[in-house]
């Protein structure tokens, strides 16, 4: 059953002619560099809100290591609190899409009065090319790619860099590009990683969620 979480539709309103960075995630756990990201969308992108979209379940990730969606939506949460522009959604489950491009094209249509950013890590850029429509995806909104270690050659030499890469703009000026756009940001980078944590976590973090 869903419990009672932000609900973002029914406050779309609230949401017009603002800019919104859509920040997708497993969050198998949360951890600091998801924080880090999002204080940076607000810092150098200039975007009113981030808003934290957990996913059903990321169509290229092994369903018996993802702990289930409210385990996983606790764990963002908890790492964000009550920020006023940091919001923990599950916007996913409630349209029933688990495609990117389909979550995209559905808030766009249901909100064509504010304006969308698409954000991930340099880990997800280097494997752009096999989402779903992702060309379609970086025609319909700019997008802010930000550098982890050890992706960072990856992710400035993928397939998604070479076919887009004359669109490449400065993360001050993505805010205001009309899509395709996108910008790497390199500085400053997090270490931390969800798959170190389930390292560390062992068998606590899977345990009882199935
Ligand atoms: N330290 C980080 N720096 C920059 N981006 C990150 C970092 N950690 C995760 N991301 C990005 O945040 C989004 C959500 O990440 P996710 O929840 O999958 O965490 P993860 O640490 O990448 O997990 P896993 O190790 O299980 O793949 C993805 O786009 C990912 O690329
Ligand atoms: O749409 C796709 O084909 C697709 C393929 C891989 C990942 N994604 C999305 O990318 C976001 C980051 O996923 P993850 O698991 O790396 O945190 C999350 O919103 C996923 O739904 C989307």
């Given at each position: 059953m869903l419990r009672n979480r932000n609900i973002i539709l029914p406050e779309a309103a609230k949401w017009r002619g603002r800019t919104v960075a859509l920040y997708g995630g497993s969050f198998n756990p949360a951890h600091k560099g998801h924080r880090r990201v999002a204080r940076e969308c607000l810092k150098r992108?200039?975007?009113d809100a981030v808003w934290f979209l957990v996913s059903p379940g990321n169509p290229l990730k092994d369903a018996n290591h993802m702990a289930e969606f409210d385990r996983r939506f606790d764990s963002i949460k908890a790492l964000v609190?009550?920020?006023?522009?940091m919001l923990v959604s599950d916007i996913e489950v409630r349209l029933g899409t688990r495609f990117s491009a389909d979550t995209i094209a559905a808030l766009q249509k249901l909100m064509p009065h504010t304006r969308f950013i698409w954000v991930m890590g340099a880990d997800n850029l280097a494997t752009f090319d096999r989402w779903a429509n992702w060309q379609e995806i970086a025609r319909s909104l700019p997008i802010a790619v930000f550098d982890r270690p050890g992706y960072s050659i990856a992710g400035q030499n993928a397939k998604f860099a070479h076919v887009f890469g004359r669109f490449r703009v400065s993360p001050e000026k993505l805010g205001k590009s009309r899509s395709p756009a996108w910008a790497f940001l390199t500085i400053p980078r997090h270490p931390a990683s969800a798959t170190k944590l389930r390292q560390q976590m062992g068998e606590t973090w899977l345990a009882g969620t199935k």
């Open positions: 992108l200039g975007v609190g009550d920020h006023p522009r």
